[in-house]
Nanobody, 130 residues
Framework: QVRLVESGGGLVQPGGSLTLSCVAS????????IGWFRQKPGKEREFVAV????????YVADSMKGRFFVSRDNAKMTVDLQMNSLKPEDTAVYFC???????????????????????WGQGTQVTVSS
């Protein structure tokens, strides 16, 4: 299994930007898509973005499309989530996830579910507030 550790969370003003990093260890990292999810207080964990094994394809949830971007460096075993134009409703704990049996098709990626991943990081808190 892959071990994942998120970092980069913090307090940011509305309209600001933040980049989260997910650092992985373990041999299975490059064999799996990597997803980002977030969880707001009292809510279920929701899909944010996914990047394919080769990093050639990405998919971002509609509500975050155009503001959030995901990228991957297999050599460094890292996956970044760049978040721009942040809104108060983006406040949540953000998690990266790996070890998924699903993959992106040749035509692209789609939304992934929490149940699609078996390895998770501990999460990093993002608070958007003035």
């Amino acid at each position: 299994q892959v071990r994942l550790v998120e970092s980069g969370g913090g307090l940011v003003q509305p309209g600001g930007s933040l980049t989260l990093s997910c650092v992985a260890s373990g041999r299975t990292f490059s064999n799996s898509v990597i997803g980002w999810f977030r969880q707001k207080p009292g809510k279920e964990r929701e899909f944010v973005a996914v990047v394919s094994r080769s990093s050639g394809m990405t998919y971002v949830a509609d509500s975050m499309k155009g503001r959030f971007f995901v990228s991957r460096d297999n050599a460094k075993m890292t996956v970044d989530l760049q978040m721009n134009s942040l809104k108060p409703e983006d406040t949540a704990v953000y998690f990266c996830a790996g070890d998924s049996p699903r993959y992106c098709s040749g035509r692209g990626c789609n939304e992934f579910a929490v149940a699609d991943f078996s390895s998770w990081g501990q999460g990093t808190q993002v608070t958007v507030s003035s």
